[in-house]
């Protein structure tokens, strides 16, 4: 009865690939996000969607692409993977609506991808 | 802008004595303010939160937090430390400033709890 689940834990690759983290959850919100925490603990938001539709991204390399296949899922794709790049990528979710005024700006986090690149 | 500031990087308490660690926040509008924890390893969780409502708010796991807008603050506290709540302890901020409303999070408190 997991409510946010990441797929894989772990994630160990070399610079120049390409990877995917893959994001669930089974709360029936509307509204999905991906974080990075760097080594230093500090979690900065990425992207956000909410109901398929991307409403934030912040300042993220291109690299970085968000894909939202429904409601339930948010995935994250990572092109030509940098050093920089490794960290803890959380994705969470939350019952808010934009645009219908329900927002509980309260998040539900999975527990983590942690991305090492060699 | 929203803006949160955790006041202390580390906090060291021993088992069975209070613990405080504090938060001071920014923001234009009436916020949000979040408290979630972060055991190593693991996810985060949320451990409370203030919405407009009582000015005290009771968390999980006997932590509570409260919200004195004239110190622009939101300082966690729990009477009585526990082993197990050693974490990182992050206060957070709803920025409500732009069209998308997204979450201002601290640096970070890491409390280490001694026998």
């Known amino acids: 009865d997991t409510a946010v689940s990441q797929t894989p834990k772990y994630l160990v690759t070399q610079m120049g690939n390409d990877k995917s983290i893959k994001c669930e959850q089974n709360l029936g919100h509307d509204t999905m996000y991906w974080y990075k925490q760097d080594s230093k603990k500090f979690l900065k938001i990425m992207f956000s969607?909410?109901?398929?539709?991307l409403i934030i991204n912040e300042t993220v390399p291109n690299r970085f692409s968000p894909k939202s296949p429904d409601k339930a899922h948010l995935n994250l794709h990572i092109n030509s993977l940098e050093l920089g790049d490794s960290a803890v990528y959380f994705c969470?979710?939350?019952?808010?609506?934009w645009g219908v005024g329900l927002n509980t700006d309260t998040q539900y986090f999975g527990p983590g991808t942690r991305l090492t690149v060699l | 802008a929203q803006s949160v500031t955790q006041l202390d990087s580390h906090v060291s308490v021993s088992e069975g004595t209070p613990v405080l660690l504090r938060c001071n926040y920014s923001s234009s509008y009436s916020p949000s303010l979040f408290w979630y924890v972060q055991h190593p390893n693991k996810g985060l969780q949320l451990l409370l939160k203030y919405t407009s409502a009582a000015t005290l708010v009771k968390g999980i796991n006997g932590f509570e937090a409260e919200f004195k807008k004239s110190e622009t603050s939101f300082h966690l506290t729990k009477p009585s430390a526990h082993m197990s709540d050693a974490a990182e302890y992050f206060c957070v901020v709803s920025d409500r400033s732009g069209n998308n409303r997204k979450l201002i999070w601290g640096l970070g408190t890491s409390l280490a709890v001694n026998p």
């Open positions: 969470a979710s939350s019952q808010d609506r």
């Open positions: 969607y909410n109901n398929k539709e």
